[in-house]
């Protein structure tokens, strides 16, 4: 038997091709819009709360340590990962916060008290930023750090 040149192997024949025509229809009125945001990615949302830090804040904090650092807020707020606590009260938590030197995370029970008692080795100062969503989650000054 004698085997045919590669260049000879193939298809052999006539296939039947269809060929459609679309046309574009244009859309008589646009789709209604839901929401006031859309959200493209996950880290969207991490970005939001980037942009509502104090300039004081956002001169030390790249926007790529700020999605990392509430990455890991939310992961400690769900119990996903643990953090070095340095303080706790009643009904509060204070935990290191390696992305930022002199500040650190408070996590409150009842963010409604107006009061609260907090036990911890460091000096602790006033809250500079608090998440919009949730309002238990908030960042302290260290003053012993600075």
Do not use: C
Not at 71 to 98: R, T
Request: proline share 6%.
């Amino acid at each position: 038997m004698r085997v045919p040149p590669i260049s000879n192997l193939g298809s052999f024949g006539v296939f039947k091709t269809k060929n459609k025509k679309t046309v574009d229809e244009p859309v008589d009125k646009p789709l209604p819009i839901k929401y006031d945001s859309v959200t493209f990615s996950a880290k969207s949302k991490y970005i939001r709360k980037y942009e509502t830090l104090p300039k004081e804040i956002k001169e030390i904090l790249s926007p790529k340590d700020a999605i990392d650092m509430f990455q890991s807020i939310d992961f400690l707020m769900q119990g996903k990962i643990k953090g070095k606590e340095i303080g706790h009260g009643d009904s509060s938590k204070v935990y290191e916060n390696p992305w930022l030197n002199g500040y650190d995370l408070l996590i409150i029970k009842d963010p409604e008290t107006s009061e609260q008692t907090i036990y911890s080795a460091n000096t602790l100062g006033d809250s500079v930023w608090y998440d919009r969503d949730n309002a238990a989650i908030q960042i302290i000054k260290n003053i012993s750090a600075a």
